[in-house]
């Protein structure tokens, strides 16, 4: 049984997910001219109000960092139970960079913003940190199914394996549509959680 620091850490690392894709969705419903089909939950830390997604920006990555700590301390050694958190770090840590450098104006959004965008290099930076984030989330998921695995949730293990696929196929529709690629980082961050709950409170199957 995890001792009481440790079940806070991986509330955390639960709390991540919903808490980054709450706060996204009601700002999108919120202000001018934000589109869900044309903009990227990214760009809400442009503009007057952009201050409030920077913060959701690096709350999160310190919720997923708190996260990894606490499924380092739960797995212990081996193989899920040190690149597993560490990846999990690396997603967290791409948050910060997220933060730090924010994408660039386009499609619209914020307002009076043209339809084009012209990538910056904060915009490079912005998306080469969530690129990396998420390879490093996808392939946490695949180093946990054998968390999974070993304590007998074979049927998560498979889906976790799974899950990284439907990921990437989000990212890779983004050219197509902008809300693919919502979906897709949605999908990551809730089955982080999934995994997470899972592996904290689900007893060991015989």
């Known amino acids: 049984m995890a001792g009481a620091a440790v079940r806070r850490r991986l509330a955390g690392g ?6 980054f894709l709450a ?3 009601v700002q999108g419903l919120a202000r001018d001219g934000f589109d869900f ?18 913060v959701n920006f690096l709350l999160t990555g310190a919720l997923l960092v708190m996260g990894a700590v606490g499924l380092r301390q739960l797995l212990g050694g081996g193989t899920g139970g040190t690149w597993g958190p560490l990846l999990v770090s690396v997603f967290g840590a791409s948050f910060w960079a ?10 619209g959004f914020p307002a009076g913003a043209p339809d084009g965008t012209v990538v910056s290099a904060h915009g490079a930076v912005h998306m080469v940190a969530g690129m990396v984030g998420y390879l490093a989330l996808c392939a946490a998921f695949v180093v946990l199914a054998g968390s999974l695995a070993a304590r007998g949730h074979r049927r998560w293990a498979v889906t976790s394996r799974l899950v990284p696929v439907a990921v ?3 990212f890779v529709a983004s050219a197509a549509s902008v809300l693919a ?6 999908l990551g961050l809730l089955w982080l959680t999934a995994v997470t709950a899972r592996l904290a409170t689900a007893p060991v199957d015989a």
Do not use: H
């Open 37 to 54: 089909s044309r903009n990227a939950l990214s760009q809400l830390a442009l503009g007057q109000a952009g201050w409030i997604q920077t």
């Open 14 to 19: 639960m709390a991540a997910g919903p808490v």
């Open 168 to 170: 990437l196929a989000g």
């Open 181 to 186: 690629f919502t979906a897709g980082a949605g």
């Open 98 to 107: 997220a933060a730090a450098f924010p994408a660039d104006a386009g499609a």
């Open 23 to 25: 706060v996204g969705v």
